[in-house]
């Protein structure tokens, strides 16, 4: 296809033209695919490092009862990102070790509602779960899986923090050596 106005084009060319686009470049005429034109306007994760134990610490839970619990030194754990854009959020954990007993026993991300005061927090992932703390494989990076955000954490300066959820009494208290999430 010659260089043609956009506004020139018929019906059917712009029907022709919904895997590639040409493009005039230095004066040489390319063509250049839907996908390739994507992935200039892919932005890859943020990622956000919450607490990190270095080679041998690890956060042990504690207390074991039924309780939501902030881990390392407050607020070392807690993050300010500006999340406006971001849609979805993925919470990466190091476990030394699994958790036993207790109803259940999971890592969740969560967003002050309350602004700077951060005293008032919920889930901010749209499902409310988290990462099973008392499932899964022992001395290893485990993955909760990519989340829809909730509406209300979608904000510029989300205060945002780690807790630990536990319903019941814990009798194996589970270990972490790490905890980061990622959003998109």
Known sequence: MADTKISA?????VAAL?????INEAGTSK????AQIETLFTVPPVQYLLFHGGVTGVYTLTPLTAATTEPANIPMARILPDL???TQMRLVVGQRIIGAGGTSCAARLQYATNGATQTTWADANNTG???SLLTGTANTVRDAGW???VTGAKINSCYMRLAIV????VTTAPTL???EVEFR
């Open 9 to 13: 084009l018929t019906a059917a060319s």
């Open 18 to 22: 919904t895997n590639e686009l040409p």
């Open 31 to 34: 063509k250049v695919t839907l």
């Open 84 to 86: 406006a854009n971001a």
């Open 129 to 131: 779960t988290g990462l």
């Open 147 to 149: 989340v829809d955000l």
């Open 166 to 169: 536990t319903v019941g009494t």
């Open 177 to 179: 050596s790490f905890a």
